[in-house]
Each structure stands twice: as structure tokens, then as C-alpha cells.
């Protein structure tokens, strides 16, 4: 709601009107709410992550706003409403086919993530970014030529800001003092990305306060490890017992459960001693005997008796206590002293009273969690410290892997689950890089279109991750899936500024157009107010994800907007070309949706 609300209110500010921001939002709709029913009938569910896809749908499916910044330039050129749709079509339509895909992409790469969570998330992002790429060249297309026969108008009043002519026209002019100190920048902050460090706890990404976290962190601080185990399996008793005694004698084991150990193995030897006892305790009264040696001079004689600074407190009290309140405590002591002695030597005499001790006498629940129905002890060792750090996990589950190679339990899942988690991101952000590459080819034709592409991208990783270490801030097992959003954030963003570039006449330095960067600035705007308003949430996971894609959607704009046309204002002239043929083919497409 509070992204919706962000970008309503943009859009409103920068269309100046009501018209264009709900026609936008409509189209945006449609495809969220056509994402929404292919979630349904292909997942059937949302998970605590893909719930979120509404909100990166909102922050990178709004195509639309390239869409109608090129048909209100068209329109104020004095084209028809036909003309100007289709000029559009043709001139806007190819980019956002582009940058669909290559964002679909990027969403689509998460799915090879092994963590069903993340992959349910790409899958239905990705498919809500086609779907609002759909929605852009059909739904949009069509509201705007209604909208213009209800109420024609020959100029619309969108915002003309920065610029009529080029966006940002003071830099623009000054590409070699614009690339001097970005260049100086970046390798301030590619030093920086050095330091950067993963975060694998998943304690610290929960929500403070909540009772779960709270308790969790008493059982750390009173028992670090306990609640976290290595299983053995041992298939006789005698096996289980040295596999105890190994695990005792490991560094970083703190304590070993197991049923073996509590049937003793020398009852023969200590059966005439329990015996003894038994017969010692025959003659226990049936009832507390009432008496006391309690006397009204014992208070004092117990505080000369006393030595040390508590005698004094305790002189100091019974100063100023009378001698009958003094009696009268001691002698309540001495009852409940003789009620607890009478009733563990009760009880010692009922359990010396037994027989040998077997398996069979074991609690039922305990027996059967710990033994087989086949006779196989389970062996479960404890860390000594809190294996919520990654680091001390690693360390317990070696040590246990060198007493029992196979060795399982929780400690095990959860290192293998944190370690498939990290790799299958990095996978994903490469296989989105592969993929992508591969889709700017089939757009541009050429490596050196293609690397100019991918140069707002690589720049704002390397501003983003510079920035985190600078601040602070660790890669964790939430905030990972930023990074192949942001590879498909960046090169969105750049596939708009060669477009531009490439439509340029070839005899004059490139500008980028005013029209181009106000679509590219407010299409980022609108992603960071979605992705920013995850910053709210509770969970830390889930904000250090809106942190890091807030981040690097305003470093891949910067870099988009500042440095890459910087680049390409220094251009050789003789070395540009026309548009790919491959783009009059997309354009082909764009005639269809007009």
C-alpha cells in the first residue's frame, strides 16, 4: 500500500495531472493482478518472500512511464494521437521489449537458487514483469487513445524537468570532468568492496522483540549450542558408548545425550553396597519426627560463629531482631530442613530397593526417542558454543564429521541449507549476466554495444557493495537475491540510454535526450519507493533486502544518467551505426500493439 502510495504521488507530481498517473497505475494494475492469477493456477500459494512480488512489480514493472514520456514528446511536437502511438511504438516499444526480458531474466535466474522460497518468488515476479510489459504495449496503448477521444488534448502537461532538450544539461556539457571524478569515485569505492562481508547468521535476521528471538537468545546465553545437535547412530551399546566418549574428548563438543550410559554395566559389584544402604534406611520413621535443638541462645552463638564480612551483616540483623523472632526463624529452618531430608531419604530408599537396571525401566518417551525398535542407540552431541555463527558451525560439524563421518542432524541441514542458499544466488546472478548478455546481443549485434550495456550494471555493483562495506552493511542469505535483480535493474536502465544514443543523428555530439532520462529517472524513482518501503519491515532480512536493492537501483540510475552518457558524448562519430535490423523487426511487433 505504502509503495502504491509513493509512486501514485509521483507519478501525480511529475504528470501534473490526473489523466496519465491513473492510466499508468491501470496498466500497472492489470499486469500485477494477471501476475496474480498465473500465480494462482501454476504455485497456487505465496510464500513469506513471494509475497513481496507485488512490490517489486511495482518497482520494475512500470514500463509505462517510458511509454508515455515518449507519446507526450511526440504529442507536443504536433503529431495526432496515430501518429504520435505509433512514433512511439516504434521508438519506445523495442527498449521496453528489451528491458522486460532482461529483467524477466534476472527474476527467472533466482529459480536456480535450491531454496524453494526464492524460486517461487522468480518465478512469479519474472512472469508479473512480462505481464507488465503486456500491459504496457496493449492496456496502456489502448486506455491512452480512449482517454484522448473522451478528452482530446494537442499538448499534454507533463513535467519538463530537467531539461526540454538534453537531461541534465550542465553535465552533459561537461563529459571528461563528469568521468574524471565518477572514475575517481568508483575506485574509492571498488577498494572498498574488498572489505565487504557475509553475514550467513540467520538469528540476526529475524525481527527483535519477537518472543521467539528473545527466548532463543537466553538459551545462547545460558546454554550456547543446546538447542542445535549432531546425530550418530550406534548399533549396540557398547558402540554408542565409545562413540560418547569420543565425542567428550572432542574439542567444541559440550554435552552427549544418549540412552546407553544410564544402564550401568557393573551392577554386580555395587548390588551388596545398594543392599546395605537399603537395610540402613529400613528403620526411616513413616512421618517427619517433630523436634528441634533450636534454642533462644543459638542466634547469638551462630553469629560469633560466623566468620567473614557476612558475619557482620548477619551480627547487624540479628542485632535488630529480637530473640524470639530469631528462635522462631531458626526453628521454621530447621523444620523444612528435616521435611527435605526425610523425603530424599525416602525416596533413596524406594529407588535401593529395586532391581538391575535394563533398558526396559528407561521413560517410555525418552526410550523411544532414543532407541530403536531394532536395538540402534542414538548418540546426539551438543555444541559448546552458539552455532547460529556460521564460523562455530562449520568448526562443530568437522569436529563431529572426524569422530563419524556419518554423522547427520540439524547442525549438518542447516550448514548445507545456508551454503546451497549462497552458491544458488551467485549461480543466479551469473546465469542472469549469461542470459542477459545474450538477449542485448540479440538486440544490438554487436560486443561493443553489448559492453556499454553492461556498464551502468558492473559500475553500480561496485557503488553498491562499496557502500555497504563503507556503512556497514553485510551480504546476508536475504539481501543475496538483490544482486541479480540489480543486474537486470541495470542493464534496463542502460538498454534505454543506447537506444537513445543509437537513434542520435551520427554529425552531432550525443545528448541524452530529455525525454529518455525523464522516463529512466522516474521508472527508477518508482523502483526505489517499492523496493524502499521493504525497509520498514520488521524482519531484518527482509529490510536489509530493501536496503540493498534501494541502493543498487540508485547506483544502476546514476550511472545510467551520469556516467554512460558521459561515455558516449566522447564517442568517435565515425564509429556509430544505425539501429539493428533486430530492432526493426521488435518494431514490427510494436505496429501490431498500436
Request: glycine share 8%; with cysteine; hydrophobic share 50%.
Amino acid at each position: 500500500l505504502l509503495a502504491i502510495l509513493g509512486v501514485a504521488v509521483l507519478y501525480f507530481a511529475v504528470y501534473r495531472g490526473f489523466r496519465f498517473p491513473l492510466l499508468t497505475l491501470a496498466s500497472l494494475g492489470a499486469g500485477a493482478v494477471w501476475a496474480l492469477g498465473w500465480a494462482t493456477i501454476t504455485v497456487g500459494h505465496l510464500n513469506i518472500l513471494s509475497a513481496t512480488f507485488a512490490v517489486m512489480l511495482i518497482g520494475m514493472g512500470d514500463y509505462g512511464v517510458l511509454w508515455v514520456a515518449r507519446y507526450d514528446d511526440s504529442r507536443k511536437n504536433g503529431r495526432t494521437v496515430e501518429d504520435a502511438m505509433r512514433e512511439t511504438a516504434e521508438r519506445a516499444g523495442p527498449s521496453i521489449i528489451t528491458a522486460a526480458f532482461s529483467t524477466a531474466i534476472a527474476f527467472f535466474a533466482t529459480m536456480l537458487a535450491d531454496f524453494k522460497a526464492v524460486a517461487e518468488l522468480g518465478w512469479i515476479a519474472g512472469c508479473g514483469v512480462l505481464f507488465c510489459g503486456i500491459a504496457c504495449l496493449t492496456v496502456l496503448p489502448a486506455l491512452i487513445v480512449v482517454s484522448e477521444r473522451k478528452a482530446p488534448s494537442v499538448s499534454t502537461t507533463i513535467l519538463p524537468f530537467p531539461g526540454t532538450g538534453s537531461f541534465l544539461p550542465t553535465l552533459s556539457s561537461r563529459p571528461h570532468g563528469v568521468l574524471a571524478i565518477g572514475t575517481l569515485a568508483i575506485l574509492v569505492l571498488a577498494a572498498g568492496t574488498i572489505s565487504v562481508r557475509y553475514d550467513a547468521n540467520l538469528l540476526n535476521m529475524q525481527a527483535r522483540g519477537t518472543p521467539s528471538v528473545y527466548w532463543e537468545e537466553q538459551l545462547i546465553e545460558h546454554s550456547a549450542g543446546t538447542t542445535w545437535d549432531a546425530i550418530s547412530l550406534a548399533t549396540t551399546r557398547e558402540e554408542a558408548l565409545r562413540l560418547k566418549a569420543k565425542y567428550e574428548a572432542t574439542p567444541g563438543v559440550g554435552r552427549v545425550v544418549e540412552a546407553a550410559s544410564l544402564v550401568p554395566a557393573d551392577y554386580e559389584e555395587k548390588r551388596p553396597i545398594i543392599a546395605a544402604l537399603h537395610r540402613k534406611l529400613d528403620g526411616l520413621p513413616k512421618t517427619v519426627p517433630d523436634f528441634s535443638l533450636v534454642t533462644s541462645s543459638m542466634a547469638q552463638t551462630l553469629s560469633l560463629a560466623i566468620p567473614g564480612t557476612e558475619s557482620e551483616e548477619f551480627r547487624r540483623a540479628i542485632a535488630e531482631t529480637t530473640p524470639e523472632a530469631a528462635t522462631a526463624s531458626l526453628r521454621d529452618f530447621d523444620g523444612r530442613l528435616r521435611r527435605d531430608l526425610h523425603r530424599d531419604l525416602k525416596q533413596l530408599h524406594a529407588m535401593s530397593e529395586s532391581g538391575r537396571i535394563a533398558i526396559a525401566d528407561l521413560p517410555a518417551a525418552f526410550r523411544e526417542r532414543t532407541i530403536s525398535a531394532n536395538g540402534t542407540f542414538l548418540v546426539r552431541a551438543f555444541a559448546s558454543e552458539s552455532l547460529w555463527d556460521f564460523d562455530a558451525l562449520e568448526r562443530f560439524t568437522t569436529a563431529v564429521q572426524s569422530v563419524d563421518p556419518n554423522a547427520t542432524g540439524k547442525s549438518f541441514r542447516t550448514l548445507e541449507g545456508l551454503r546451497q542458499m549462497k552458491a544458488g544466488f551467485l549461480r543466479a546472478g551469473l546465469a542472469a549476466l549469461v542470459v542477459i548478455v545474450v538477449v542485448l546481443w540479440l538486440d544490438f549485434r554487436s560486443v561493443k554495444w553489448v559492453l556499454l550495456g553492461l556498464l551502468p550494471l558492473a559500475l553500480g555493483l561496485i557503488a553498491t557493495l562499496g557502500v555497504m562495506a563503507i556503512a556497514g552493511v553485510a551480504l546476508n542469505p536475504a539481501n543475496l537475491i538483490a544482486l541479480p535483480l540489480i543486474v537486470g535493474v541495470g542493464v534496463d536502465n542502460g538498454v534505454h540510454v543506447l537506444h537513445d544514443f543509437l537513434e542520435k543523428p551520427r554529425d552531432r555530439t550525443y545528448r541524452l535526450a530529455a525525454v529518455t532520462g525523464r522516463g529512466i529517472a522516474v521508472a527508477s524513482l518508482t523502483t526505489i519507493l517499492g523496493f524502499g518501503t521493504l525497509m520498514i519491515a520488521r524482519h531484518r532480512g527482509m529490510a536489509s533486502l530493501g536496503f540493498t536493492l534501494t541502493l543498487g537501483v540508485t547506483a544502476c540510475m546514476l550511472a545510467s544518467l551520469v556516467l554512460l552518457p558521459a561515455v558516449l558524448s566522447l564517442w568517435p562519430q565515425s564509429r556509430r551505426r544505425s539501429l539493428p535490423s533486430v530492432i526493426h523487426m521488435a518494431r514490427i511487433g510494436n505496429r501490431v500493439a498500436v
